[in-house]
C-alpha cells in the first residue's frame, strides 16, 4: 500500500524558514518523480514543486521559485521542501505528491501537514 | 500560465441523480485534464486523467470528456460517498494549475 507521511510543519515568524519531509513506503520511492502540492485555508490547491528520480531536475512555480527548495533521499526514501524567506501568504496544508510514471498528474497523496506564517 | 476557470463552485443533488462539472483552460491543454476528489480527513484521490482515461479504482459512474480547453467531469447515479470537493488540474505543461474546486453537497 502506498503511504506518503508529511512531517515538520507548524508556526513560523515571517521571513523565517522551516523544513518538511515526506516519509514514502510501498513503492520504489526512486522510480518517481515526486512533488509538494499546497492548499491556503478554505482556497483551492497549488502545485508548488516537483523532482526527478534522481534528484538533478526541479520544477517550482514563480510564487516560490527562489524561496523553495525540493530535494530527495532515495536511499531513505524521503522528500523534503526547505522553505526559506516565508511569507504570510505561505501559510497552507502541505501535501506530499507522487506522480505516476510519464505524467504529470498526482496519483498519491498524503494526509497533508499544517505550516502556519506568523508573527 | 494556463488559467484553470471551474464551475460551478456549488452543486447541490440527491443521490440517484447525474451532474456535470465545468473546467475551461485559458489556451489548449490538448488532452491533458485530471479530475481530483477531495473530502475532509481523506488523502485526495486522483479519479481521471488526459480527460478521459478513469485511474484504477475510480468507479464506473464517473466519466470524463473534452480536449482543447473546455473539459467536463460527469458523475451518474449519485452514490453517497460522492458529495464532497472536485478539482480540476491540467497536467499539459509547468506550471501545472488547479481549478477554483467545485462543492457537491447533498439536497
Known amino acids: 500500500e502506498v503511504q506518503l507521511v508529511e512531517s515538520g510543519g507548524g508556526l513560523v515568524q515571517p521571513g523565517r524558514s522551516l523544513k518538511l519531509s515526506c516519509a514514502a513506503s510501498?513503492?520504489?520511492?526512486?522510480?518517481?518523480?515526486m512533488a509538494w502540492v499546497r492548499q491556503a485555508p478554505k482556497k483551492g490547491l497549488e502545485w508548488v514543486a516537483t523532482?526527478?528520480?534522481?534528484?538533478?531536475?526541479?520544477y517550482y512555480p514563480d510564487s516560490v521559485k527562489g524561496r523553495f527548495t525540493i530535494s530527495r533521499d532515495n536511499a531513505k526514501s524521503s522528500l523534503y521542501l526547505q522553505m526559506n524567506s516565508l511569507k504570510s501568504e505561505d501559510t497552507a496544508t502541505y501535501y506530499c505528491?507522487?506522480?505516476?510514471?510519464?505524467?504529470?498528474?498526482?496519483?498519491?497523496w498524503g494526509q497533508g501537514v499544517m505550516v502556519t506564517v506568523s508573527s | 500560465d494556463v488559467q484553470m476557470t471551474q464551475s460551478p463552485s456549488n452543486l447541490a443533488a440527491s443521490p440517484g441523480e447525474s451532474v456535470s462539472i465545468n473546467c475551461k483552460a485559458s489556451?489548449?491543454?490538448?488532452?491533458?485534464l485530471a479530475w481530483y476528489q477531495q473530502k475532509p480527513g481523506k488523502a485526495n484521490k486522483l479519479l481521471i486523467y488526459?480527460?478521459?482515461t478513469l485511474q484504477s479504482g475510480t468507479p464506473s459512474r464517473f466519466s470524463g470528456s473534452g480536449s482543447g480547453t473546455d473539459f467536463t467531469l460527469t458523475i451518474r447515479n449519485l452514490e453517497p460517498e460522492d458529495f464532497g470537493l472536485y478539482y480540476c488540474?491540467?497536467?499539459?505543461?509547468?506550471?501545472?494549475?488547479f481549478g477554483s474546486g467545485t462543492k457537491l453537497e447533498i439536497k
Open positions: 510501498g513503492f520504489t520511492f526512486s522510480n518517481y518523480y
Open positions: 488526459s480527460g478521459s
Open positions: 489556451k489548449s491543454i490538448s488532452k491533458y
Open positions: 488540474q491540467q497536467h499539459n505543461e509547468y506550471p501545472f494549475t
Open positions: 505528491a507522487r506522480h505516476p510514471h510519464s505524467s504529470y498528474v498526482f496519483d498519491y
Open positions: 523532482i526527478s528520480t534522481s534528484g538533478s531536475r526541479t
